[in-house]
């Protein structure tokens, strides 16, 4: 296990990821209020990772340049860290109480920090906006930070609404039961996407909030 850390660090550094500026939000709770002000402008030709971390992890290493590697990778992703030596090696260990995202260009980084961030005990939420809600002149901000659950039958209307969900850039997973699917679905972290026009805009809200999403004020 401590191999595959060090392989999928190594590639993203290797990539640069760490290089680039991702762009990093933080939500606390779903009754928090949001205020539009606090987000960047987002670049949708990415993806974006949200990642939490609950409770505290801890790592053993026996190499002290590995452990610094990974205490200096945990670090940039905004965790609380401590450091302790016990019997001839190195603890570190680390948290991330609140749901943090992260913004990376290509699919290949995604994945790669997908893997390293599982493998380092984050629970990762991972989600990619289609293009056909990339742009327009109005936008759109929801979030879902608890899975939600529901039943499917394999109808028509259910795949379609699949579909816009991993449109949207939420997290889907699906699994069947007899001749029935449960369907969850998830996105923790605060997420705007574009519509044509207003119309068009307070129709999505309506859904989102129908589908049980957390949804922003809407401003022209």
Not at 30 to 58: I, M, Q, S
Not at 95 to 112: D, F, G, I, Y
Not at 155 to 160: A, F, G, H, P, T
């Amino acid at each position: 296990m401590k191999r595959l850390f060090s392989v999928c660090v190594a590639g993203i550094v290797s990539l640069g990821c760490l290089s680039s500026t991702p762009v990093w939000s933080q939500q606390t709770d779903a009754h928090a209020g949001h205020n539009h002000g606090d987000h960047a402008d987002h670049a949708h030709g990415g993806e974006t990772l949200a990642f939490v971390l609950p409770e505290w992890k801890t790592m053993h290493f026996e190499d002290a340049a590995k452990a610094q590697q990974h205490l200096d990778m945990v670090t940039k992703l905004g965790c609380e860290v401590k450091q302790g030596k016990h019997a001839g090696h190195i603890d570190l260990s680390y948290r991330c109480p609140n749901w943090k995202s992260m913004e990376v260009k290509t699919h290949a980084l995604a994945e790669q920090w997908l893997g390293w961030l599982k493998g380092s005990g984050f629970d990762v939420s991972h989600g990619h906006v289609d293009a056909s809600y990339a742009e327009g002149k109005e936008s759109v901000e929801f979030r879902l930070i608890k899975w939600k659950s529901v039943h499917g039958n394999g109808s028509e209307q259910e795949k379609q609404f699949v579909d816009r969900l991993t449109r949207l850039g939420v997290e889907v997973a699906a699994e069947k039961h007899g001749n029935h699917s449960d369907i969850r679905y998830r996105s923790p972290v605060w997420r705007d996407v574009h519509v044509a026009d207003h119309s068009a805009a307070e129709q999505l809200m309506a859904w989102l909030k129908k589908s049980g999403f957390e949804v922003a004020e809407h401003k022209h």
